[in-house]
C-alpha cells in the first residue's frame, strides 16, 4: 500500500488517502448505470472493503415504508436514519435482526429511496456511517455523491453512466431473474423519475465530480468496465509510488 502524502496545495496526491487513511475508490452515477457491479468487481479483486451507500438510503426508505412513517417529514425520517440499527454481513443485508436483503432492492423501495435521500438532516445522519466503511486496506465506494461529498479526497473518482434506455433494459433483466414482474416502460419511467430527482435536488445532487473519469458504459461489458477502473488505479497508485 502506497504511504499517504500530500501535494503542495494540500490535496492528496494520487493513490494516498488524506491524513494517513485508506486509499477510497469512489464509484458515482445515476440509478442502474452498473456502478454497483463495477465498484464491487473492483473491490474483490483490491480485496478492498466495499460500500454500497444506495443501500442505507433504502433502508431508512424501507423503515418508513414498513412503519407507515411520512416520506416527506424530515425530523422523523432524520431520526429513523440516525437511529437505523442496520448491520452489513458479508452481502446480507440485516435490519431490525431480519434479513432484508432482496426486500430494499424493489423498484418502490428505490423510488421512495430517492425521496427521503432529498433531506439534508437524513445525508447528515447518514455521513458518519458512510465515513466510518473507510478501513485499511482500502475502500471501494459507490453511490451518487461518494466523489463530490462524502470522499472529496479519493484517489480515483470514476462517473458511471449509460443511457436511460440501457439501464431500463439492464435492471429489468435483474429484477425477472430474481423473479420480480415489471416492464421496461415502467423501469423506464422510474429511472427518468429518479435521475431527475437526483440530479434536481439542491442537497448533494447526482453530478460528476470535477476530477471524475467518466465511464459511459452503454454497450460496454462489465468485465471491461471494471478493467478500465483497476487500470486506472494502478496506474494512479504506480505514479504515486515513483513520486515518493
Ligand atoms: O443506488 P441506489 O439505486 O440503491 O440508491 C437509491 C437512492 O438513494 C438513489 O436514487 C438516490 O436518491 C439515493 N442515494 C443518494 N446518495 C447516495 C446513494 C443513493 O442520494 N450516495
Not at 443501500?55 to 424530515?74: C, F, K, M, T
Not at 461518494?146 to 433494459?169: H, I, Q
Request: glycine fraction near 10%.
Amino acid at each position: 500500500m502506497t504511504p499517504p502524502s500530500r501535494s503542495p496545495e494540500g490535496s492528496a496526491r494520487p493513490g494516498a488517502g488524506r491524513r494517513g487513511e485508506p486509499p477510497v475508490i469512489a464509484v458515482d452515477g445515476p440509478a442502474a448505470s452498473g456502478k454497483g457491479t463495477v465498484a464491487l468487481g473492483v473491490a474483490r479483486v483490491l480485496r478492498f472493503h466495499y460500500l454500497d451507500s444506495g443501500s442505507l438510503y433504502r433502508l431508512v426508505a424501507y423503515r418508513a415504508l414498513s412503519q407507515g412513517a411520512l416520506i416527506e417529514e424530515e425530523g422523523g425520517l432524520t431520526a429513523l436514519a440516525t437511529g437505523l440499527a442496520a448491520s452489513f454481513e458479508g452481502e446480507r443485508i440485516v435490519l431490525d435482526g431480519r434479513d432484508v436483503t432482496l426486500a430494499i432492492r424493489t423498484p418502490e423501495v428505490g423510488a421512495a429511496a430517492s425521496r427521503v435521500a432529498v433531506f439534508p438532516g437524513v445525508r447528515r445522519a447518514l455521513l458518519v456511517r458512510q465515513r466510518a466503511f473507510r478501513r485499511p486496506p482500502g475502500l471501494v465506494a459507490d453511490g451518487r455523491d461518494m466523489g463530490t461529498v462524502v470522499f472529496p479526497d479519493a484517489v480515483l473518482k470514476v462517473y458511471v453512466t449509460a443511457s436511460a434506455e440501457e439501464r431500463a433494459a439492464r435492471r429489468h433483466k435483474q429484477l425477472i431473474e430474481k423473479g420480480n414482474s415489471v416492464t421496461i416502460e415502467s423501469l423506464l419511467r422510474d429511472i427518468r423519475e429518479r435521475d431527475a430527482r437526483d440530479m434536481g435536488r439542491a442537497e448533494a445532487p447526482l453530478k460528476p465530480a470535477a476530477d471524475a473519469i467518466v465511464l459511459d458504459t452503454t454497450g460496454i461489458s462489465i468485465e471491461a468496465s471494471i478493467a478500465f477502473v483497476l487500470e486506472r488505479y494502478r496506474q494512479i497508485s504506480g505514479e504515486a509510488r515513483t513520486e515518493t
